[in-house]
């Protein structure tokens, strides 16, 4: 414990000095202006900014405390059980409040930048990605350690890779060197995080590279076909993602650096990387749990394996008689099915066997279940909506309608607003669905007294099914004309929803158990049921 | 030791913080513009106030700093009195030209009339030598040299010391 209070303190005493010293807040400003500009525009019109910063912020800042752990345990060269439960339970927290606050992210740009999506690979939104690959690694690393007391080592490379790559996070977002949305500020600290970036590397490297070899493994993976197997594939999995993701964010440094040109990393990169590891790791959220732990017989993989096919294929055939034809998303369909298949099973098995007191007693390996189950939703939401999205674009004068998909619009007219802060131009619209009334909405223009150009909120009416989304192009009240984007995208909603889930599965697994029942788990675990404990959580 | 770990460990991080220190002194919002490089285009412009016309053409030979901006650009407001001091520090050595446009004369005549000029201001009716000049936004700000090519742009209101920094090209 010495080691892990010691590595949090001088994390403590680095952003200590950081606030004291070059990020001071309390200075004061040469010339201050009778009115400051306030805070950027896009960050002041939509109630999600209050909750997905401060969600953000504890993910990262979470994120120092089981580096702390993994430290101490090389520092002592020993990471037995003792050590694995706080570890776990310390990045499983953080964890939670990154995949909310990653979500929030998402759902704040749909919602406020007008284009339509929640996603753009943005340098920060990157940096906020890339210690959740590396942290999620970690927690399933974690339980093959628990399990088979294998993979030390890795484990805390991966804990500490997450922690680094918060700190590459911060610097990226504050140091103005990445062209992002999230470029709301300037600030001089770049430097200074940088250096702390550098030694925290530095020290990371060195202890992994002096102690590494003392963490020895207490079992060994004896099949690839198996659920350990399965386990070390989602890691390189996972580990070449984090890889692919940082390349593409720091790719425009490298190219300007060596040949002076500025260009950006874009969506067709990320795309053809990622979609296909994505799809891979949905299937391994089917596969894997369907493994035995150890070494399974040819009939009993067989056995596992292959009745969840079915739902595959009906799922990817519902997406097919309903329009989907994008290769990719039927693939994630058919791997989203199979996924859903096992997670349900594995969820309903326990319960089955031994009544509902079965999810009080394994809350631990209940609630990864129900992480899988968000995760599945969220891949196959993700791979619908981007895919199967529809838009155009229409001039409309006062009463001029126009289709698309099932609904139709028709402009009710425009008018001005003004606010102390902006003037808004609204455009009013009627929406029917079918022929029946569903709603009205009303996106705006607003000139910000501080901005350069004026800055477009979206109007959005959300289903189950699908979004329709107003964004106004261009807008004229003495005409009364108004030019505007419409997209329909299905299933959206889907994705915020079942992020949501992942995170409520994530809080049941990490609510301790009470002792007598992890004895009554253990027990179990010694007979058939031996997946009982099993999961990313604490059970202590 | 674990050698192995030391090597690749110090390879990807001291890769990474080497990138990373490189592009400490960029700054991606200032994409460079197509511009630079090349012969300012040419306008002839009424001159608000007077009504005179202001040809480009006649400020050959003298280091020119063309400033598009408008009364509704708050930014503009903080930007002014730099290029006030900045054109009465520099005289003749430096032409500074403002251009205005989307907007009104009479606007314009009031802005000046409060927060005093001490340079031509343009009126650009059509918005037709912004659209040449491939002005994005206001503020924004094109350095010429003395043979009329635009060495340097800047978007967003300027400082002294980003003025001058710019200027410096200019002038060499």
Redesign the interface.
Known sequence: MPFAIGTWLACAAFFSFLIAGPANPFLTIANPPPDGPGPNPLLQNHLLMIIHPPMLYLGYVGMTIPFGFACAALLRGRLGHSFLRPLRASLLLPWIFLTVAIMLGGWWAYEVLGWGGYWAWDPVENASLLPWLTATAALHSAIVLERRGVLKGWTVTLVQATFLLTILGTFMTRSGVFNSVHSFTQSSIGPTILAFLAAALLFSVVLLALRIDSLESDGRIESAASREGMFLVNNLLFLILTFTVLIGTVFPLVAEAINGKQMSVGRPYFDAMVVPIGTALLFLIGVGPALPWGRGTREEILRATLPPLATGVVVAAIGYAVGVRNGWTIVTLLFGGYAAHVTLKEMWLPVARSGTSALRRGRRRFGSYVVHAGAVVVLIAIAVSSTTRTSREVRFSRGDSASIGAYTVTFLGAEDRAEPHRQSTIARFAVTKNGRAVTTLAPRMNQYATMREPIGTPDVHSTLAGDLYLSILNVDVAQQRVALHLIVTPMVMWIWIAALVMGLGGLLALIPVRRTSVILTQSAAKGKDLEMADSFGMTS | ???P??FI??AI?AA??A??????G????Q??SPMIGRPAPAFALKEVGTGQTLDLQALRDTPTIINFWAT????CY?EHPVLIDNARLFGSKVQFVGVVFNDDEASIQKFLRERGSAFPTLLDQQGKTAIAYGVG???ETFFLDRQGIIVAKFS?PMTTDVLQANLEKAIR
């Open positions: 030791m674990n050698r770990v030391l460990g110090t991080a990474l913080i990138v990373l220190f490189v592009g400490l960029n700054d991606p919002q994409i460079r509704w650009c708050m930014p903080q936004g206001v503020p967003g």
